[in-house]
C-alpha cells in the first residue's frame, strides 16, 4: 500500500460547482498536511497548510484533516476557469523532512 | 516563487555527460530540498539540506549528489547522467512556519 493514495482523476465540473478533492494516506504519525496547486509547467503553488486535525478555511477553499480515517479532503467552492489545474496533497511527520506527495488530481472547469 | 530561482530552466544533455542543478533563495531559510516530478510517480525527494555542509539522502538519491556551501545556494549534480534521469526538478525552500515553497523547475532531456 502506497502512503498516500489520491484519485488522478481527471476530473470536470462546470464553473461555479463545488469540487472536492481527495487524499487516504497509511501512516498515522503524518500531523503535517498540505495541498498545492500545479499550473502546467509550473512548480506546485502552496494553498492551504493544516497541522493535525481540523478545518481550515481560506476563501473559496476549505481543507479538512480527519486523522482517525486517515483522510484528507479539499474542497473548492464556485469554482472558477482558473482553478483548472492538478492539485497535490502533500504530508509529513515532522517539520523539516521531506513531504510525501500523492500523484495529483487534474481538475478541469468549464464556463 | 517566494524568493526561489532555478537555472538552468531547460537543459539537453546526452548519456554520460555530467550535469548540474543550481537552486538559488534569496529567503535565508535554513532547509532546502530536491525534488524530482515523473508522470506516475508524483513528486519524489533526492536530497535535501538542513544548513551549510549538512544534507542528506532521499527516496531517490541515486545517482545524485548535492552540495550546499553558502545558505542561499543548493546544488544538484549528476555525476554521469542516465536516461532514466529526464525529469522535472524542484526545488523547494521551508519556512519558518513549516511549509515548503517550490522554485519553478528545470525540465532536463538526457538523450
Known amino acids: 500500500q502506497k502512503e498516500v493514495e489520491q484519485d488522478p482523476g481527471p476530473l470536470s465540473v462546470p464553473e461555479g460547482a463545488i469540487v472536492s478533492l481527495n487524499c487516504t494516506y497509511s501512516?498515522?504519525?503524518?500531523?503535517?498536511f498540505m495541498w498545492y496547486r500545479q499550473y502546467s509547467r509550473k512548480g506546485p503553488e502552496l494553498l492551504m497548510y493544516?497541522?493535525?486535525?481540523g478545518n481550515k478555511e481560506d476563501g473559496r477553499f476549505t481543507a479538512q484533516v480527519d486523522k482517525s480515517s486517515k483522510y484528507i479532503s479539499l474542497f473548492i467552492r464556485d469554482s472558477q476557469p482558473s482553478d483548472s489545474a492538478t492539485y497535490l496533497c502533500?504530508?509529513?511527520?515532522?517539520?523539516?523532512?521531506?513531504?510525501?506527495f500523492g500523484k495529483g488530481t487534474t481538475l478541469s472547469v468549464s464556463s | 516563487d517566494a524568493g526561489i530561482t532555478q537555472s538552468p530552466r531547460h537543459k539537453v544533455t546526452e548519456t554520460g555527460t555530467p550535469v548540474t542543478l543550481r537552486c538559488h533563495q534569496t529567503?535565508?531559510?535554513?532547509?532546502m530540498y530536491w525534488y524530482r516530478q515523473d508522470p506516475g510517480h508524483g513528486l519524489r525527494l533526492i536530497h535535501y539540506?538542513?544548513?551549510?555542509?549538512?544534507?542528506d539522502k532521499g527516496e531517490v538519491s541515486d545517482g545524485y549528489s548535492v552540495s550546499r556551501s553558502k545558505t542561499e545556494d543548493f546544488l544538484l549534480t549528476l555525476e554521469s547522467a542516465t536516461s532514466s534521469q529526464t525529469s522535472v526538478y524542484f526545488c523547494?525552500?521551508?519556512?519558518?512556519?513549516?511549509?515548503?515553497?517550490f522554485g519553478p523547475g528545470t525540465r532536463l532531456l538526457v538523450l
Open positions: 523547494a525552500i521551508r519556512d519558518n512556519q513549516e511549509t515548503q515553497y
Open positions: 501512516n498515522s504519525a503524518f500531523q503535517y
Open positions: 493544516t497541522y493535525s486535525s
Open positions: 502533500a504530508m509529513s511527520n515532522q517539520a523539516g523532512t521531506a513531504l510525501i
Open positions: 529567503e535565508n531559510h535554513r532547509y
Open positions: 539540506s538542513y544548513g551549510v555542509k549538512d544534507t
